[in-house]
């Protein structure tokens, strides 16, 4: 089965999860703060991730996503959105970009009100 790591400036986790899940979905099992405003169908890009291991085993960009990613800001070359990357036999590793993390914090108030309050957000390099 294969692992994704997960990496931002709050968090550093690896999920293991089955071929054919989806990198949000992976994202969820393991609580990984990749937000998901539209509830992960493809309607917005804030499950935007950068791949930084492992992007060659993800399933294909389709139209859609190629769309949805034109909304995102700073997509590079590796940028993928968590709600339709797949994942295949090979470890994933994965940036949760500053877009992705932001939107994580707005969707839970009450964890980022912790983080305030711990001076832990918004981190340092995101101000």
């Known amino acids: 089965m294969p692992k994704v790591h997960f990496l931002s400036p709050l968090q550093d986790l690896t999920v293991e999860a089955p071929e054919g899940t989806s990198l949000l979905e992976a994202a969820e099992?393991?609580?990984?703060?990749?937000?998901?405003?539209?509830?992960?169908?493809?309607?917005?890009?804030?499950?935007?991730?950068?791949?930084?291991?492992?992007?060659?085993?993800?399933?294909?960009?389709?139209?859609?996503?190629?769309?949805?990613?034109?909304?995102?800001?700073?997509?590079?070359?590796?940028?993928?959105?968590?709600?339709?990357a797949r994942l295949g036999a090979e470890d994933v590793e994965v940036w949760i970009t500053e877009e992705s993390l932001k939107a994580w914090m707005d969707e839970n108030p009450d964890a980022r009100k912790a983080l305030e309050a711990e001076g832990k957000w918004p981190p340092a390099r995101f101000t």
């Open 29 to 84: 099992l393991g609580h990984a703060q990749v937000g998901h405003s539209c509830g992960g169908v493809c309607a917005c890009s804030t499950c935007h991730l950068f791949v930084r291991k492992g992007l060659d085993s993800l399933s294909e960009q389709d139209d859609l996503e190629m769309d949805r990613l034109d909304l995102a800001f700073d997509v590079r070359a590796i940028s993928r959105l968590g709600c339709q």
